[in-house]
């Protein structure tokens, strides 16, 4: 939950600035940026782990992959807010 207020608020912040500056362009950097890098984080996140030589349980593994996909599920949250206000941007100027 808190990643998704985190990402909440980087969107505000995003209309925010786009508002006083009067550009809504900047919605798209700002948001657009941040939705971007964090689904990229989240894929690699998901992607890499530990050399599979060094890992001798089960239980082990269970544990890495959830960590993993606990990273991925959080940077999809942050991600979320941002790209929500892209598209609400996208649809106001269009």
């Known amino acids: 939950m808190?990643?998704?207020?985190?990402?909440t608020a980087i969107a505000l912040i995003g209309v925010l600035i786009a508002y006083l500056l009067n550009d809504w362009s900047f919605i798209y950097m700002i948001s657009g940026i941040v939705a971007g890098v964090a689904l990229i984080w989240g894929v690699l996140a998901l992607g890499t782990g530990?050399?599979?030589?060094?890992?001798t349980t089960?239980?082990?593994?269970?544990?890495?992959?959830?960590?993993r996909v606990t990273k991925m599920k959080n940077a999809?949250?942050?991600a979320v807010p941002n790209i929500i206000a892209v598209i609400v941007n996208l649809a106001?100027?269009?």
């Open 50 to 55: 530990k050399n599979k030589s060094t890992r």
């Open 58 to 67: 089960s239980s082990e593994k269970r544990r890495e992959k959830q960590q």
């Open 92 to 94: 106001m100027i269009s």
């Open 2 to 7: 808190k990643y998704f207020l985190a990402g």
């Open 76 to 78: 999809v949250m942050v």
